[in-house]
């Protein structure tokens, strides 16, 4: 609307100012003299009769009909007028002028206009004042002047006329302008507005909407851009997210655990393992905080040095409830410009590593040492045999008896170690049987019992231990798939060990019960019992708690780890309760489902 009026201002100017200036024009040829009557007013003027003169010239100014002038003064080369057309003008003819105006073209022979407004009648005259010359030979004589006064009121109210209607085309013109560019700007606004909703739905995440395409010009053609836009973005933020879950999916279950900081080294992301590794209850309690002072190793490093540092860091989390090394590798987060935005920090955890190598190194060491004991003794009872002690018969056999001895052990220790071996890479299989434990367990028991009979038997002459075997077994029968031979090998073991360190007179319990999905074995002996800081090694590989008495009574430190190797394989359990000096007692429980007799017959059919 604003543009319309001043563009209507603008040609209305230029319109109106052209229009007056031609009215005006024109106006001006209309009121001119003819030549006629201004030839004869020269004429009359050059006459020296100055009546006669007067008259002619009245005459002249009667004949002129020109509605349109209001006055014509005619004043001769002297100042006097000399005719007047004015109602009341005949009583200043013959007197001097005292129009200024008169007298300056007088004596500079020019024409004089203007246009004049009169207060007294409101209204705008034009005023024209024209020398008058003789021609007489070669020169031009000055013989007065035409002062004539128009009426410009009707070149006036035409251009008023003219100017209102103008100012109401031009406020019709606006008002259907306006009305046309409403309606325009709202074909415009339209789109765009529904173009503005759907970016802001886009920007809150909502892409469901789509623009309406009015047409094929430039809007509808930024409305389909728009709904392209809308169309992409929504697939790069589905992409996004699918990455983003992924990776989320990948730092949750990995194994190691991830770190990420900002360039600050303030740690913007930490995944469940590393919250794990850390002893940390929840990530949002370590996001922010300097991965320096997550890590304790603010002391050690700084910033710079992560940065720099090429080589792997050891982080030893150890405390009193638990044992935990870790290998922590860190990378820089590098821009392609070569800004480092941060770092990403990858914690191994390497404690059953560390473990399995100082239990390696262990296991050598024990072997190592284990086998050289044994083979020292040959080699001394060896040479001694080889310098001549074999021809004494008293020390010869006691010699060659100790030799025997030692190669059995020997040989039991490897065949120990094989046996640990196959188990330790699952080549190891358990030939399972649905037996009646009861009656394995009485029958392992009734072999002990014999030796005992035999030893004492035998060694009536030798001091040797007493000691009983006690039985409390439940009355029913437990039917159990397990192992036989491997069985009898694991009591065997904890049977000799309590045979071993019990003392004279001493009982040995053997107990059997059922308990509501297992079968709970027992065996008590009344010995010197395990100190409190070994039991949780009793079935450590090579370990001892009287490492001299056993390898006087040939233990080869193997037999309770083989034990628990096969129990676990028939998925059950062993541990020891013991105080010390008031004996041992070894609990094993295999997994138990209770049998039918139908059943048990129908398996013996089969």
């Not at 009121?153 to 006329?161: A, K, N, R």
């Not at 040095?305 to 870790?326: A, C, F, P, W």
């Not at 059953?352 to 239990?359: A, G, P, R, Y």
Request: charged letters at 25%; one cysteine or more; a negative charge.
């Amino acid at each position: 609307m604003l543009l319309l009026l001043l563009a209507f201002q603008i040609v209305g100017a230029v319109f109106v100012q052209r229009l007056k200036s031609e009215n005006l024009k024109a106006f001006k040829q209309r009121v001119e003299l003819t030549p006629y009557v201004n030839n004869s007013l020269i004429k009359s003027l050059s006459t020296a009769n100055s009546d006669k003169a007067d008259r002619q010239i009245n005459t002249a100014l009667t004949g002129n009909n020109n509605q349109n002038i209001a006055d014509v003064q005619v004043v001769d080369a002297k100042g006097n007028i000399r005719g007047e057309t004015s109602a009341n003008g005949h009583a200043i003819v013959g007197q001097k002028t005292t129009d200024s105006r008169v007298k300056r073209v007088l004596y500079s022979g020019r024409s004089f206009s203007e246009t004049t407004y009169n207060r007294a009648d409101e209204k705008h005259y034009y005023v024209s004042i024209t020398p008058l010359f003789s021609s007489g030979g070669n020169n031009n004589t000055l013989v007065g002047a035409v002062y004539l006064r128009a009426d410009l009121e009707s070149v006036y109210d035409s251009i008023d006329g003219v100017t209102l209607i103008f100012a109401t085309a031009a406020i019709v013109a606006t008002v259907i302008g306006m009305g046309l560019a409403i309606l325009i700007s709202r074909a415009i606004t339209r789109p765009i507005d529904e173009m503005k909703r759907q970016t802001e739905k886009i920007a809150n995440g909502n892409y469901s909407g789509h623009v309406h395409v009015y047409g094929d010009d430039e809007l509808g053609e930024l409305a389909q851009a728009v709904n392209n836009l809308s169309v992409r973005v929504e697939e790069s933020r589905e992409q996004s997210e699918s990455e983003r879950r992924r990776l989320d999916s990948v730092l949750t279950h990995m194994s190691d655990g991830v770190l990420a900081t900002d360039r600050r080294g303030n740690i913007t992301i930490i995944n469940d393992m590393a919250a794990q590794f850390l002893d940390v209850s929840s990530a949002d309690k370590v996001k922010g905080r300097s991965i320096l002072d997550v890590l304790g190793i603010r002391e050690d490093y700084t910033l710079r040095d992560l940065l720099e540092n090429k080589d792997t860091i050891y982080l030893d989390m150890s405390d009193q409830g638990r044992d935990q090394v870790l290998n922590a590798y860190f990378s820089l987060i590098q821009r392609e410009s070569g800004f480092i935005s941060g770092l990403v920090c990858v914690l191994h955890d390497i404690t059953e590593q560390q473990k399995i190598d100082h239990d390696r190194k262990q296991f050598v060491s024990n072997v190592s040492h284990e086998l050289r004991t044994p083979l020292t003794s040959l080699r001394s009872y060896i040479e001694a045999l080889n310098d001549g002690a074999w021809k004494d018969p008293e020390v010869a056999p006691s010699f060659l008896k100790v030799t025997q001895d030692e190669t059995d052990r020997m040989i039991r220790m490897i065949n120990d170690l094989l046996s640990l071996s196959r188990m330790d890479s699952g080549t190891a299989k358990l030939d399972l049987e649905l037996v009646n434990l009861n009656e394995l367990y009485t029958y392992i028991l009734d072999r002990f019992d014999m030796m005992i009979k035999n030893d004492s038997n035998d060694d009536k002459e030798k001091q040797v231990k007493n000691y009983s075997i006690k039985r409390e077994f439940t009355q029913r029968d437990l039917w159990v798939e397990v192992d036989p031979y491997k069985f009898i090998q694991v009591i065997d073991n904890i049977m000799n060990n309590a045979i071993k360190y019990s003392p004279d007179g001493g009982v040995i319990t053997c107990r059997l019960v059922e308990t509501h999905e297992h079968v709970l074995l027992s065996i008590t002996d009344q010995g010197l019992g395990i100190p409190k800081k070994d039991v949780g090694r009793i079935f450590n590989r090579f370990f001892r708690v009287d490492k001299a008495r056993s390898r006087a009574q040939g233990g080869t430190g193997l037999g309770l780890a083989i034990s628990r190797e096969v129990i676990e394989m028939h998925n059950g359990r062993i541990w020891v309760e013991s105080v010390e000096g008031k004996g041992s007692t070894f609990y094993i429980t295999l997994p138990y489902e209770e049998y039918k007799e139908e059943d048990l017959w129908n398996e013996d059919q089969g």
